[in-house]
């Protein structure tokens, strides 16, 4: 399981780099089923912190880290709503999580189209088995490979700038876990003398259901095999300065199955060096 996207179609050119700071948080009281329909679960929360970095190497070649460098999941206290008593206790695992590294490579750039291809590698650093049942899991303990074909387009509407970027990919996972068919679509437009950028996206994830490990956690999870999900969401991002910014993101799934039913949140501080 990967937090990357890096979705992006246009290559950052030689020297130029975007770098990146996070806070991801989502915490889940109810998931998806393998039949697609929402049961409740004992609230569990998943905390990540991390750096993202991509770097042009060349004008064509890009290089790319995502690198969660702490990665926390926990578990709430279940309490009797009759007596008050705790009749479980919470956990916590803390840890590193999944890092993954990429190259995006420029394929065709012309005035209005960008297309590019990208390869990332998902490293098993994370803690697949914590917690006294195992379940309390900051990576999924397989190494996958995400190659990707992006395309984007920039345009203009009321003025204004904008773009539209789509991808799809094919995840090739190891260790008994199904491979993945990925696809996205991202739109976003440019405010206020380039100050704030508004960002709706939307993510597919489907399972080849080619895998021949079950599902590891039958109360949803985010690292569980065969997990497929539609989701939606925005981001802002506003330019303090014209290389230093923040920003504010907001997922939400539509659909799943075998994972959380709750959105995440995740917020930011970037600098853009052009």
Same mark, same amino acid.
């Given at each position: 399981?990967?937090?990357? $996207?890096?979705?992006?179609?246009? @290559?950052?050119?030689?020297?130029?780099?975007?770098?990146?700071?996070?806070?991801?948080? *989502?915490?889940? /009281?109810?998931?998806?089923? /393998?039949?697609?329909?929402? /049961?409740?679960?004992?609230?569990?929360?998943?905390?990540?912190?991390?750096?993202?970095?991509?770097?042009?190497?060349?004008n064509k070649l890009d290089a790319i880290v995502y690198f969660p460098f702490f990665s926390s999941t926990y578990e709430n206290d279940v309490i009797s709503g009759t007596t008050g008593e705790t009749i479980s206790s919470g956990e916590t695992v803390n840890s590193i999580g999944d890092i993954d590294i990429a190259v995006r490579l420029k394929l065709l750039k012309t005035k209005r189209l960008a297309l590019s291809t990208s390869l990332v590698f998902g490293l098993p650093t994370g803690n697949s088995q914590g917690g006294s049942d195992g379940s309390f899991q900051t990576g999924d303990g397989e190494f996958n490979q995400l190659l990707k074909v992006n395309l984007g387009t920039p345009f203009k509407l009321l003025n204004a700038p904008f773009y539209a970027k789509t991808y799809v990919g094919f995840n090739n996972r190891t260790n008994g876990f199904s491979d993945e068919f990925r696809t996205g679509l991202e739109i976003g437009g440019n405010f206020f003398?380039?100050?704030?950028? *508004?960002?709706?996206?939307?993510? $597919?994830?489907?399972?080849?259901?080619?895998?021949?490990?079950?599902?590891?956690?039958?109360?949803?999870?985010?690292?569980?095999?065969? $997990?497929?999900?539609?989701?939606?969401?925005?981001?802002?991002?506003?330019?303090?300065?014209?290389? *230093?910014?923040?920003?504010?993101?907001? @997922?939400?799934?539509?659909?799943?199955?075998? $994972?959380?039913?709750?959105?995440?949140?995740?917020g930011g501080i970037f600098f853009d060096v052009k």
């Open positions: 399981m990967s937090f990357f $996207i890096g979705n992006a179609q246009w @290559t950052k050119g030689k020297g130029n780099g975007y770098y990146k700071l996070s806070f991801w948080y *989502l915490e889940s /009281d109810k998931h998806f089923t /393998d039949t697609g329909k929402t /049961d409740p679960n004992v609230t569990r929360g998943q905390v990540n912190a991390s750096f993202y970095g991509a770097y042009g190497i060349t003398n380039r100050k704030i950028w *508004l960002i709706a996206r939307s993510q $597919i994830v489907e399972s080849m259901q080619n895998g021949s490990l079950n599902a590891q956690n039958s109360q949803g999870s985010i690292f569980a095999n065969n $997990i497929e999900y539609t989701n939606i969401g925005g981001e802002i991002a506003y330019y303090i300065t014209k290389k *230093l910014g923040v920003s504010l993101n907001y @997922t939400h799934p539509i659909s799943g199955r075998i $994972i959380y039913a709750n959105a995440s949140i995740s």
